[in-house]
């Protein structure tokens, strides 16, 4: 509409000027005629040929100056003084712009005097008439205008809706759609968007919401399986404690037994039931998607790793060293049984790395190392515990490094359940801590766990030395 506006302007005056242009050649017409005609002396048109003309040119009087000659060709019987007068040999742009608006606007009842050239300027025409028929005319050029310019903006505010429709609105109310649709069950993978060819806003959208919901998707498939193994561990778990239960008490009657063999592995095996019955009373904690509460106990994490060691129970032939470098003062604030299930399923899976590459004849060391350090604040004291267990195995593949603690995605071997890092890492995260997976400028794997200051206590000067 404002094109419109800016267009209007010009040519409401441009229709002015030509209307008045009209009516000077009109003049000079009739007085070319009159000068052929062969009328006599007095007046070059008669009365009634005077009286049409002026009618039909909406005048009061018409004349022709030329060459320093007046002629007049008709005049009313009454000709009012003109209010306006009007050269348009003269008038600028803007004299035409501002005319033609002060005709719009003030108009009307004002008689106007126009004079202009015709043809090649030897030749003046001279009319003085009412300013109402040009007024009346240039009110139905703009209505014409006005008329076209609202049909132009209708039918361009067509072509807007439609395009906002076809390439906004109606992809949007899909993506709603299918939000809403996915919502209802997320489960669905026929549910998803599908996302168009295009490259604009609207095309990332689509494609980020459909990888969101296909994450969702997954998550949601993910967390089902979790619920039906956890159903199906707490149906297996009644009769297993059951189970457990005759075992330990088959346990302590061999216990009674003087054979020194069965005295030296007899403790070990009622430890070892001791803590599988306290697992199946957790129902396999992880899931039910939460480990129970640390309790908190002043430990020596060096006879910790002793322990662990030997419920490894390694056979000789397996070649693997097993090396405590605990310092033997160190006293750390955990949960024992917890931390013997996180040092335990980093040390089995240390094992089964060595264990895969018996017969590498390359493999000179094979050793399973676990330690422990304080470390030291920015600013003086202590800043907590590390506790490490790395091997000289071949190391994690990709696969396994990019799904580390990631329930069922993390096993770095076939028929692994991927549930030991992810288990111990929620355990250290209980006590405050974390783990990590620690570079190494040799081959091997490296896990580090650090717990904050208040985790350890010892004799500063027995673990420096």
Same mark, same amino acid.
């Given at each position: 509409?404002?094109?419109?506006?800016?267009?209007?302007?010009?040519?409401?005056?441009?229709?002015?000027?030509?209307?008045?242009?009209?009516?000077?050649?009109?003049?000079?017409?009739?007085?070319?005629?009159?000068?052929?005609?062969?009328?006599?002396?007095?007046?070059?048109?008669?009365?009634?040929?005077?009286?049409?003309?002026?009618?039909?040119?909406?005048?009061?009087?018409?004349?022709?100056?030329?060459?320093?000659?007046?002629?007049?060709?008709?005049?009313?019987?009454?000709?009012?003084?003109?209010?306006?007068?009007?050269?348009?040999?003269?008038?600028?742009?803007?004299?035409?712009?501002?005319?033609?608006?002060?005709?719009?606007?003030?108009?009307?009842?004002?008689?106007?005097?126009?004079?202009?050239?015709?043809?090649?300027?030897?030749?003046?025409?001279?009319?003085?008439?009412?300013?109402?028929?040009?007024? $009346?005319?240039? &009110?139905? +050029?703009? =209505?014409? *205008?006005?008329?076209?310019?609202?049909?132009?903006?209708?039918?361009?505010? @067509? /072509?807007?809706?439609?395009?906002?429709?076809?390439?906004?609105?109606?992809?949007?109310?899909?993506?709603?759609?299918?939000?809403?649709?996915?919502?209802?069950?997320?489960?669905?993978?026929?549910?998803?968007?599908?996302?168009?060819?295009?490259?604009?806003?609207?095309?990332?959208?689509?494609?980020?919401?459909?990888?969101?919901?296909?994450?969702?998707?997954?998550?949601?498939?993910?967390?089902?399986?979790?619920?039906?193994?956890?159903?199906?561990?707490?149906?297996?778990?009644?009769?297993?404690?059951?189970?457990?239960?005759?075992?330990?008490?088959?346990?302590?009657?061999?216990?009674?037994?003087?054979?020194?063999?069965?005295?030296?592995?007899?403790?070990?095996?009622?430890?070892?039931?001791?803590?599988?019955?306290?697992?199946? $009373?957790?129902? &396999?904690? +992880?899931? =039910?998607? *939460?480990?129970?509460?640390?309790?908190?106990?002043?430990?020596?994490?060096? @006879? /910790?790793?002793?322990?662990?060691?030997?419920?490894?129970?390694?056979?000789?032939?397996?070649?693997?060293?097993?090396?405590?470098?605990?310092?033997?003062?160190?006293?750390?604030?955990?949960?024992?049984?917890?931390?013997?299930?996180?040092?335990?399923?980093?040390?089995?899976?240390?094992?089964?790395?060595?264990?895969?590459?018996?017969?590498?004849?390359?493999?000179?060391?094979?050793?399973?190392?676990?330690?422990?350090?304080?470390?030291?604040?920015?600013?003086?004291?202590?800043?907590?515990?590390?506790?490490?267990?790395?091997?000289?195995?071949?190391?994690?593949?990709?696969?396994?490094?990019?799904?580390?603690?990631?329930?069922?995605?993390?096993?770095?071997?076939?028929?692994?359940?991927?549930?030991?890092?992810?288990?111990?890492?929620?355990?250290?995260?209980?006590?405050?801590?974390?783990?990590?997976?620690?570079?190494?400028?040799?081959?091997?794997?490296?896990?580090?766990?650090?717990?904050?200051?208040?985790?350890?206590?010892?004799?500063?000067?027995?673990?420096?030395?």
């Amino acid at each position: 509409m404002l094109a419109e506006v800016l267009i209007f302007v010009p040519s409401i005056s441009k229709f002015r000027q030509d209307w008045l242009t009209a009516k000077t050649e009109t003049v000079a017409v009739a007085g070319l005629a009159s000068e052929e005609a062969d009328i006599g002396s007095g007046s070059e048109l008669g009365p009634n040929q005077e009286t049409a003309l002026l009618k039909a040119l909406d005048a009061e009087l018409i004349a022709i100056n030329d060459k320093d000659a007046s002629r007049l060709l008709a005049r009313a019987e009454t000709v009012g003084v003109p209010d306006v007068q009007i050269n348009l040999a003269d008038e600028s742009m803007v004299a035409m712009i501002l005319g033609a608006f002060d005709t719009l606007l003030a108009g009307g009842d004002r008689i106007m005097r126009v004079q202009g050239p015709v043809g090649d300027g030897s030749v003046r025409a001279e009319v003085v008439m009412s300013e109402q028929p040009l007024r $009346k005319a240039m &009110l139905v +050029y703009s =209505r014409n *205008v006005f008329l076209l310019s609202l049909s132009i903006a209708m039918f361009a505010a @067509l /072509l807007v809706y439609t395009a906002i429709s076809r390439y906004l609105v109606q992809p949007i109310l899909r993506m709603t759609q299918s939000m809403v649709s996915f919502g209802a069950n997320p489960t669905d993978p026929d549910r998803i968007i599908r996302p168009s060819r295009r490259r604009d806003e609207i095309g990332i959208a689509q494609i980020e919401l459909a990888a969101m919901q296909k994450r969702l998707n997954e998550t949601l498939r993910e967390q089902r399986h979790l619920a039906d193994l956890g159903l199906a561990v707490s149906k297996i778990n009644h009769d297993l404690r059951n189970i457990l239960a005759s075992s330990q008490m088959i346990s302590d009657r061999l216990a009674t037994l003087e054979d020194p063999t069965v005295q030296r592995f007899a403790p070990l095996l009622l430890r070892s039931l001791d803590r599988a019955l306290h697992y199946t $009373k957790s129902v &396999l904690a +992880y899931g =039910r998607a *939460v480990e129970s509460a640390p309790v908190r106990r002043e430990v020596r994490l060096r @006879l /910790l790793v002793d322990d662990v060691y030997e419920t490894l129970a390694l056979d000789a032939k397996s070649q693997i060293e097993l090396v405590n470098a605990v310092p033997t003062n160190l006293l750390a604030m955990v949960d024992p049984d917890q931390f013997h299930r996180v040092i335990l399923n980093l040390c089995r899976n240390a094992v089964e790395a060595l264990s895969g590459r018996l017969d590498d004849p390359e493999v000179v060391v094979r050793q399973i190392r676990v330690g422990a350090e304080l470390l030291e604040a920015e600013r003086g004291g202590w800043g907590g515990l590390m506790i490490f267990v790395e091997d000289t195995g071949p190391g994690l593949p990709e696969v396994a490094r990019e799904n580390l603690f990631k329930a069922f995605r993390g096993s770095a071997r076939s028929g692994g359940t991927g549930l030991g890092l992810p288990i111990a890492a929620e355990i250290v995260e209980a006590h405050g801590g974390d783990i990590r997976l620690s570079a190494l400028d040799q081959p091997g794997t490296r896990f580090e766990i650090r717990l904050p200051a208040k985790a350890a206590r010892t004799e500063l000067a027995a673990v420096r030395a």
